[in-house]
């Protein structure tokens, strides 16, 4: 069965880093494009990044360009979100989540991890 | 930003009872609309995409419908394990944005 498990969350200080992974199963990982997702209680659900299969293009919500940057090691079937110049605001849960299809930037969510905490904070 | 407006915020009702989820649009999304539930602790659950398909293993007392900008999620007869907290989904346009959700309590 498809499996998507997330680590590297924790508690960071304004301006740290942290660096997400999601390791997957249960799929081809490298036929598909990757998201990373995240959720807090006030501003709720909100999309984050997408990197498509092979790596050749990638995608940031605007909240997070400039800071964040997605990659993937598909040998490992794992894909990353290296956060830095993180801010409060930051602080959420963070998914990794399969899209329905294929090459799916603009997509639907079909499989999604269980997420990871990450809290920024002095 | 496309953004999605559920109704109502909280919805109570009882088991057997009939569900029935808004979401409107500010721009026409076309079909290109999902909805997922989420249980506390849990990860969202992709219940239906393209509007209307429901997702594998979802129980047909779910279907969605709608196009445009006006959409529903009805759930025919709720069961007790249906109480939870619905999102709508759009990705027409990106980035792909959410709705703020209806919690879905018993009465």
């Known amino acids: 069965q498809v499996q998507l498990v997330e680590s590297g969350g924790g508690v960071v200080q304004p301006g740290g880093s942290l660096r997400l992974s999601c390791t997957v199963s249960?799929?081809?990982?490298?036929?598909?494009?990757m998201h990373w997702l995240r959720q807090t209680p006030g501003k709720g659900l909100e999309w984050v990044a997408f990197?498509?299969?092979?790596?050749?293009?990638?995608y940031y919500a605007d909240s997070v360009k400039g800071r964040f940057t997605v990659s993937r090691d598909n040998s490992k079937n794992t894909v990353f979100l290296h956060m830095n110049g993180l801010r409060e605001d930051d602080t959420a849960v963070y998914y990794c989540?399969?899209?329905?299809?294929?090459?799916?930037?603009?997509?639907?969510?079909?499989?999604w991890g269980q997420g990871t905490l990450v809290t920024v904070s002095s | 930003e496309i953004v999605l407006t559920q109704s109502p915020g909280t919805l109570s009702l009882s088991p057997g009872e009939r569900a029935t989820l808004s979401c409107r649009a500010s721009?026409?999304?076309?079909?290109?609309l999902a909805w997922y539930q989420q249980k506390p602790g849990q990860a969202p659950r992709l219940l239906i995409y393209?509007?209307?398909t429901r997702a594998t293993g979802i129980p047909d007392r779910f279907t969605g419908s709608g196009s445009g900008t006006d959409f529903t999620l009805t759930i025919t007869r709720v069961e007790p394990e249906d109480f939870a907290v619905f999102y709508c989904?759009?990705?027409?346009?990106?980035?792909?944005?959410f709705g703020q959700g209806t919690k879905l309590e018993i009465k």
């Open positions: 989540a399969k899209p329905g299809r294929r090459y799916g930037y603009r997509d639907y969510y079909d499989f």
């Open positions: 249960g799929f081809t990982f490298s036929d598909y494009g």
């Open positions: 990197i498509r299969l092979d790596a050749s293009n990638k």
């Open positions: 721009q026409r999304v076309s079909t290109s």
């Open positions: 393209g509007a209307s």
């Open positions: 989904q759009q990705y027409d346009n990106s980035p792909g944005t």
